[in-house]
């Protein structure tokens, strides 16, 4: 059995909740920031979004370096409507789902490595990159989504289970 086919089922179901969440923000709430030190609903949102992206660029490479030293670091794109947010998600979550769909086991064990300023910050299997780095980084910020929505008086949708504004 390919990993990726033990994968896949969990990444439509927690790509369904997660988009279920980020189509749920209102245009006027997008710069709602509950505490100084949080995200405000834009850049957690847009994380969410682009978190996904991370999985392409973890089967295709072997690293990614955030900061490069003496290149341009990573800046996440500015959405300004919730449509442009759905869409830029919906790219992402179609391009890794597509990949992941074609990986190999082999190329999935190779180790994959985050570097910053060209400092290795951590290197693993891509399988547990996906896993960790990727599946459980959005389902943790999604948590966060949640709260803001809750905060913001926004009906939260249902994910593992019923919520108190949804049955399911």
């Not at 978190?51 to 341009?72: C, H, K, L, N, R």
Request: aromatic residues 8%; hydrophobic residues 45%.
């Amino acid at each position: 059995m390919k990993i990726s086919d033990a994968l896949l089922p969990e990444f439509d179901q927690e790509m369904a909740s997660t988009r279920k969440c980020l189509a749920r923000i209102p245009d006027d709430k997008l710069s709602f920031k509950p505490h100084p030190k949080s995200f405000d609903m834009h850049g957690l949102a847009v994380h969410i979004a682009t978190m996904i992206g991370w999985g392409v660029t973890t089967i295709q490479s072997d690293s990614f370096d955030y900061a490069p030293a003496g290149g341009e670091p990573y800046v996440p794109p500015v959405v300004k409507t919730n449509a442009e947010l759905l869409a830029l998600f919906d790219k992402n979550a179609a391009a890794f789902r597509a990949a992941l769909a074609a990986v190999d086991n082999d190329a999935l064990m190779k180790p994959w490595s985050l570097l910053g300023g060209g400092v290795t910050m951590f290197t693993m299997p891509k399988v547990a990159v996906i896993r960790g780095m990727i599946f459980n980084h959005i389902i943790h910020h999604r948590g966060q989504l949640s709260v803001y929505l809750r905060l913001c008086d926004i009906p939260v949708p249902a994910i593992y289970g019923p919520s108190a504004d949804e049955a399911n």
